[in-house]
Each structure stands twice: as structure tokens, then as C-alpha cells.
Nanobody, 124 residues
Framework: QVQLVESGGGLVQAGGSLRLSCAAS????????LGWFRQAPGKEREFVAS????????YVADSAQGRFAMSRDNAKNTVYLQMNSLKPEDSAVYYC?????????????????WGQGTQVTVSS
């Protein structure tokens, strides 16, 4: 059974940085893609970034381009989301999720396993 545990959220001022971590367990993730989504109150869950476990190819949403970057540490079975130049509109609960790489897609419904989320709050 896949387990995804997020950490690293918190309160930061606008312009600051945070690094989120997602510790993955329960299977080998070769052939999988791990992604980050976020959901603000009253809004739909939206894609932020993803990384393919094999090869490390990353995809970043337009809203996060140039500010957010995703990476992985295969030895630790952990993926990271480095968030720089944070804005108040980045405030949300951030979720880690996984799917098979071949199934593609960046919608929440494309991902089958989810973590419990970590809160990020950016103050102005």
C-alpha cells in the first residue's frame, strides 16, 4: 500500500521560500510519477508540479514556472518541492500524489494515491 507523507509547510512572508518534502513508501516507484497539487479554500485542487521517478523529468504549472522546482532523492524515496518568491496566492494545502507514468495526465483524477497534505500560508 502506497503511503505518501508530506512535511515542510508553514507560515512565510511574501518573497520567502519553503521546501516541501514527500516521503514515499509501500512500493518501488520505478515507472511512477509523483506530483504536487494544492487546494485553497473554496477552490479546486490544482496541479503544481510533477516528476518522473525514472529519468527525473519534471513538469511545472505555468503559475509556478520560474519560482518552483521539483526534485527527487531516490535513495531516500523522497521528492521535494522548492518554492521561492512565494506570493500570498500560493497559500493552500499542498498535497503529494502518485500515478503510473505511462497513464499521463495532470488532473487530480489521474493520480491514484494521495498524502494528507501540508499547509502553506504566505503572508503579505
Amino acid at each position: 500500500q502506497v503511503q505518501l507523507v508530506e512535511s515542510g509547510g508553514g507560515l512565510v512572508q511574501a518573497g520567502g521560500s519553503l521546501r516541501l518534502s514527500c516521503a514515499a513508501s509501500g512500493r518501488t516507484f520505478s515507472g511512477y510519477t509523483l506530483g504536487w497539487f494544492r487546494q485553497a479554500p473554496g477552490k479546486e485542487r490544482e496541479f503544481v508540479a510533477s516528476i518522473e521517478w525514472n529519468g527525473g523529468r519534471t513538469y511545472v504549472a505555468d503559475s509556478a514556472q520560474g519560482r518552483f522546482a521539483m526534485s527527487r532523492d531516490n535513495a531516500k524515496n523522497t521528492v521535494y518541492l522548492q518554492m521561492n518568491s512565494l506570493k500570498p496566492e500560493d497559500s493552500a494545502v499542498y498535497y503529494c500524489a502518485s500515478r503510473l507514468t505511462y497513464s499521463r495526465g495532470s488532473r487530480p483524477s489521474d493520480f491514484s494515491s494521495w498524502g494528507q497534505g501540508t499547509q502553506v500560508t504566505v503572508s503579505s
